[in-house]
């Protein structure tokens, strides 16, 4: 008898069929969904870019000789004894930090005079000289012990250009000097987040080579994960002034080669970057809440608008803002101060805590692949999808995403949009528009965007469909989110 003849043979054969091609159906069906990324556009940023970038805001905190002689750049010849706060609280620092929603503290540990604020071993102008805490006191330690208490990071900067130490202008001996403070920061106090290197140095100073290059290459021994700022980076570049305001069009990246670190005339390039630009170098704001660096009695903190204004023209231009608190004499950051960041804080809430856009139905000119990279991403609030269209197509020379609001959301104006590239993958947007409601002009357009752009409207508007067109010669656009927002602080905001 042939067995496979039998009717229960010919029934498990039939089943056995079933199931192959089921399993064959959903290997298929599964290989057709499974649409990988597109490539990214060089450069791109590290990790620990891409984590400073979201921040946003962190805080600086210019504390030092100069607070107790009422100046902006020390001389180097005060005596160590000038420096005596009764009432010393790093903690309180970290509140101003808090109220301000920072999440990376920077102290300067040396600022120009070259008194140092921890009890270095390579000279003696330091805290160990003066009164405070009978010689004993260290405020790094402090700072950074209060810092982690809080969950902030911290970050140190030291100041290449020193006034007091005689071995300024030697090139040698100077270079070892400030390598071993760098030893002695980055080795005895934990994980450091962010070094600072300025470039300012007076007219008239010494003349005096920097080994910037065994500098960083120190830095990132001691510290791998470290951020290192200065006019070229590597890491972070100094934005080109100290108002706190990028350029309309600024770019992430630039080209180090063009940059020497302290150089005049490099600040409009640092305020705009590079389109062309090799080397991923994102811009930092930096800006004081007061008129100066450090503390001053006759002083007071920027009203809330001006702040408002600084916010908009550094996160809202693809920055990130480094906020300056100076300490008093005492000490302690005034209470106006932080009753300032505190409101600042609020507005910013305010402003961004409730997105007009949400519950949008979103639609694009195409979408990549399966439902991975929908347009519908752009507004689920995450930092790890994004929309991204095909990628052969560009519609009428460019590509447009929209959000068709819901009915009863529709008359709820706005007068704040904001987009954000997916920069994980590069910086691609080259120019951009905004159009509500299919009207004929734009009701906001710019060239690069970046990590975030905001975009504020004249008067705000209401629409039922709002639609960003974007160009790009460097890739198709990967957008992570579009916003809708109302400031009820611009001048006729209304109210939310």
């Known amino acids: 008898m042939d067995r496979c003849a039998s009717p229960r043979c010919a029934l498990a054969a ?21 649409t990988p990324p597109p490539l990214p556009v060089l450069p791109v940023p590290t990790a620990a870019q891409l984590r400073w970038q979201r921040r946003e805001v962190i805080m600086f905190f210019h504390f030092g000789m100069n607070t107790f002689t009422d ?7 005060e005596p160590p004894a000038a420096f005596r706060p009764a009432a010393l609280d790093a903690s309180q620092w ?26 270095s071993a390579h000279t003696a102008h330091s805290v160990r000289a003066s009164p405070w805490r009978g010689g004993r006191g260290d405020v790094v330690r ?36 400030y ?26 100073a010494t003349n005096m080579t920097y080994h910037f290059q065994e500098w960083f290459q120190t830095v990132r021994q001691l510290q791998s994960s470290i951020n290192i700022f200065s006019d070229d980076g590597p890491d972070l570049r100094w934005v080109g002034d100290e108002n706190g305001s990028a350029g ?25 970057g590079d389109p062309r630009g090799r080397d991923w170098v994102p811009p930092e704001c930096d800006v004081s809440i007061r008129p100066g660096w450090f503390w001053h009695r006759n002083e007071t903190a920027k009203p809330l608008p001006e702040l408002l204004e600084v916010y908009y023209n550094s996160v809202g231009r693809n920055c990130v803002l480094l906020l300056n608190a100076p300490p008093n004499t005492t000490g302690l950051v005034d209470a106006a101060d932080i009753a300032r960041l505190r409101e600042f804080r609020a507005a910013v809430t305010a402003i961004f805590g409730t997105d007009l856009a949400a519950g949008s139905a979103a639609r694009a000119s195409s979408e990549r692949g399966g439902g991975r990279f929908a347009a519908g991403n752009v507004l689920d609030g995450r930092d790890d999808t994004y929309w991204a269209p095909a990628a052969a197509e560009a519609e009428d020379g460019g590509y447009w995403i929209e959000l068709r609001r819901p009915a009863s959301s529709a008359a ?3 007068n704040v949009v904001r987009i954000q590239e997916h920069v994980a993958m590069g910086q ?46 460097r890739g198709p656009p990967l957008l992570s989110a579009v916003g809708l927002h109302l400031d009820p602080f611009a001048a006729g905001g209304g109210t939310m």
Not at 22 to 33: G, I, N, P, Q, R
Not at 103 to 114: E, I, Q, R, T
Not at 180 to 185: K, N
Request: positive net charge; charged residues 20%; hydrophobic residues 40%.
């Open 142 to 177: 402090e700072f950074a012990d209060a810092a982690r208490a809080r969950g902030l990071d911290v970050g140190i900067y030291l100041s290449p250009w020193d006034r007091h130490d005689e071995r300024y202008g030697r090139e040698v001996a100077y270079n070892e000097y």
């Open 412 to 414: 709820r104006k706005f």
């Open 248 to 272: 309309s069009t600024c770019w992430s990246t630039i080209n180090r080669s063009k940059i020497t670190i302290g150089e005049a005339g490099i600040e409009k390039y640092l305020n705009t």
């Open 179 to 204: 390598l071993a403070q760098l030893h002695e920061l980055l080795t005895g106090y934990g994980s450091v987040s962010e070094i600072w290197f300025d470039g300012a140095k007076g007219k008239n």
């Open 94 to 119: 970290m509140d101003a930090a808090c109220a301000a929603g920072a999440s990376l503290v920077v102290l300067v540990a040396k600022h120009h005079d070259g008194f140092c604020l921890w009890p």
């Open 71 to 77: 100046t902006e750049w020390g001389t180097g010849r």
């Open 428 to 473: 691609r947007v080259e120019r951009h528009e905004v159009y509500v409601d299919g009207g004929g002009a734009a009701v906001a357009s710019g060239a690069a965007v970046g990590h975030k752009r905001l975009h504020r409207l004249g008067a705000p508007v209401a629409g039922r469909t709002v639609r960003v067109w974007l160009a790009s010669r």
């Open 14 to 34: 039939a089943l056995i069929a079933a199931v192959v091609a089921a399993t064959s159906s959903s290997l298929a069906e599964a290989t057709a969904t499974a």
